[in-house]
């Protein structure tokens, strides 16, 4: 079993917990521990302490890895380090400070630590390679990345790892409306399964504003009721076009522009209701019976013109639309289709297309990853990104935006140091409620998650 310390803070101790260990700490370090020098909340520490602490760790580390092992209630969990190979500073991204990377001997592990005896990350098993010769190395939300010429943060290539998609169960913790896992009520999710955490805050780099949360019945083009093979209406309750992407496309460059990140009409809307005739997909879904066949069984679904919703349609998702319908851009097969939706590989190029179309000063390059940690740091910076869902026991293959994060920790204490867990639950507009829901990243870990942000300034 490979035992994982995600976050260790340092103890507000107590004078007499400290007088086994005053012999071995050095005096510039102790102040740091010192709980009246130092709150929970200041969490303030220089390149100097980072460093001290890492020395003091590598230059006691026969006592370190004691006390830890005394922690540990399962001797498979235990630490086994027995020398340091190489200490490595590296950037902190969440605390915008630095860190440092300990490497212990042969495949005994390692540990992130900080100047206010804060451990990130405790492996007891493992040897980290691809880090022994890298520089300007980035840590946060439990990997390790490099930054690019774009300010993107990149996995380092052998750290990537794509989720095996598994059969799995709604994780149900907080029921949203009927019941279907979708959370609605963040303080109800959070009281249900996380009672004993600390609210952090969120993490949006501005100051909010109200945002009115599209979705994808209203950016519908067209309509379909199931009907008999004649037209007969069997179910008159419309259901509307699998638009998800295009929906959370829109709603991202809707956050930039009331965010002033992109100079783009997110409130200028179009009257579609005549010109319709002339759009493309027309013909196939204006007025038409579809036959839909899957293992053995037939089923037709009556098309039709959303002619409501084509008074008002916003302009900036008309432009996202007309890149996913046209050749010109992507491959004839992978284009967007009502009744079959848009491949997620294509959504960088046509957000692309979409700013420089409107703002093509701004360079907007969206960059790919299966880490969050991307997605995070854009949410950091003012900026709205895209999450792909494959395999999502709740919301099956889906996309939506992430507009926010919310952070809480829970602390527990081992020795010197605390151990704190940490919880990063995503805002995002899911295309299907007007209203924010939440989803949960350390949940559902079969499903493969995907994520376009775009992090230059």
């Known amino acids: 079993m490979n035992a994982k310390v995600k976050r260790i803070s340092i103890l507000a101790v107590l004078a007499l917990a400290l007088i086994s260990v005053l012999a071995i700490l050095p005096t510039g370090v102790f102040a740091k521990a010192n709980a009246d020098e130092q709150t929970e909340e200041e969490r303030v520490w220089t390149l100097e302490d980072t460093q001290a602490v890492a020395a003091f760790i590598q230059n006691n580390l026969e006592t370190f890895v004691q006390k830890y092992n005394q922690s540990r209630e399962d001797e498979s969990e235990y630490l086994h380090a027995n020398s340091v190979e190489r200490t490595k500073i590296v950037n902190l991204i969440e605390d915008e400070n630095y860190g440092a990377y300990i490497d212990f001997d042969g495949d005994n592990g390692y540990v992130v630590v900080t100047g206010d005896y804060t451990i990130y990350d405790l492996q007891t098993e493992g040897d980290l390679d691809y880090l022994d010769n890298a520089a300007n190395i980035y840590y946060g939300y439990g990997k390790f990345h490099w930054l690019d010429q774009n300010g993107t943060l990149q996995l380092f290539a052998e750290a990537e790892s ?122 196939t879904y204006g007025n038409k019976i579809i036959s839909y066949s899957s293992n053995g069984t037939t089923e037709y679904r009556y098309w039709q013109k959303a002619t409501g919703n084509l008074r008002a349609i916003p302009a900036v998702y008309d432009k996202i639309r007309s890149y996913t319908i046209s050749s010109n851009y992507i491959p004839e097969k992978e284009l967007y289709k009502p009744d079959e939706g848009f491949n997620r590989e294509y959504v960088p190029t046509i957000m692309e297309l979409t700013a420089d179309y409107y703002d093509s000063g701004a360079g907007v390059f969206m960059y790919y990853t299966y880490s969050e940690g991307n997605a995070l740091m854009s949410i950091k910076n003012g900026k709205a990104a895209y999450l792909s869902l494959t395999n999502d026991p709740v919301y099956i293959n889906h996309g939506v935006a992430i507009i926010d994060y919310h952070y809480y920790t829970y602390t527990s204490g081992w020795w010197i140091f605390k151990t704190t867990d940490e919880v990063f639950i995503l805002e995002i507009a899911d295309g299907r409620y007007s209203q924010p829901t939440y989803y949960d990243i350390q949940k559902n870990p079969n499903t493969l998650k995907s994520y376009y942000s775009w992090n230059k300034e």
Do not use: H
């Open 162 to 283: 794509v989720p095996t998609p598994a059969e799995q169960p709604v994780y149900d913790g907080n029921a949203g409306k009927d019941g279907d896992g979708v959370i609605i009520n963040l303080s109800e999710y959070v009281n249900a399964n996380y009672s004993k955490y600390t609210y952090e805050g969120n993490k949006f780099g501005g100051t909010r504003v109200a945002f009115n949360y599209a979705i994808q019945e209203d950016l519908s083009y067209y309509l379909w009721n199931a009907c008999d093979a004649n037209g007969g209406i069997i179910n008159y309750a419309p259901q509307y076009e699998g638009n998800c992407s295009l929906t959370a496309m829109y709603n991202i460059f809707k956050s930039w522009g009331q965010y002033g990140k992109l100079n783009v009409p997110y409130a200028t809307t179009l009257d579609l209701s005549k010109s319709i005739v002339n759009d493309p997909l027309y013909a």
